[in-house]
């Protein structure tokens, strides 16, 4: 995340409001609409949105549709239904865009994946074993735990109906790469990812991106830096819903006085994360 927001940004009020309007209308709003709601040029207003938040106007738009859409398909009576509920004014928009904002055909996520293949593999890490998994679009998930049955298992309980498949050679070479990042982190990791939730998700989420290996965010100060200073609660539960343990490295974030929190991967993993990025 690219922001340099400050906890006294004289905008953030504005923008977090504008962020309330996109998430609680039927359609998106129109940028010249929330310009001038929030006091700015169209201009203006559209930097310091993308400043505060990470994302454009649109992007954010985007992403509370997305959210809308994979909160409705499962449980609406159609798939048209959920489309005109989340705010979609066509289906054939929305079709241009369902793969890019579910990563799979709409029937499939409606039905837990069915029908989509999800390669997937093991590898072993001086951190424990490590699950690499993508979809068509990318890594949608890396998992880790001391019992490779259960990293499994949790991708079973992710994609229910999909049929995931052994990787071939060409996938074995993502999953060495995150676990040379598990060894060298500073290394970096740079591998397509399938990136899938809440739009308050993906601003943590991605502000957690913008966090420099070796270096620490607080939860309080991740929360500042999406605008939304109060939210350390729904901070923390970002962290904990992160799929994608090491690309979107929510080991980074610790509590105000420096001490380790909570980790969905285990603290000792945590630990020995932090200390290798910090190793000169």
Known sequence: MNSTSTPGDPHAAAIVQACRRIEEAESPPALDDLAEASGMSRFHFHRVFKRITGLTPKAYADACRSRRIRDGLPSSGSITEAIYAAGFDSNSRFYTQSYGLLGMKPQAFRQGGAGEEIRFAIGESSLGPVLVAATAKGVCAILLDDDPAVLVRDLQDRFP??????????FEQWVAQVVGFVEHPRTGLDLPLDIRGTAFQQRVWQALRGIPPGTTLSYTEVAEKIGSP??????????AANPLALAIPCHRVVRTDGSLSGYRWGIGRKRALLQRESAP
């Open 161 to 170: 109906k999909a049929k995931l498949v052994g990787a071939d050679g060409d």
């Open 230 to 239: 109060k939210s350390v609660r729904a901070v923390a539960g970002a962290c």
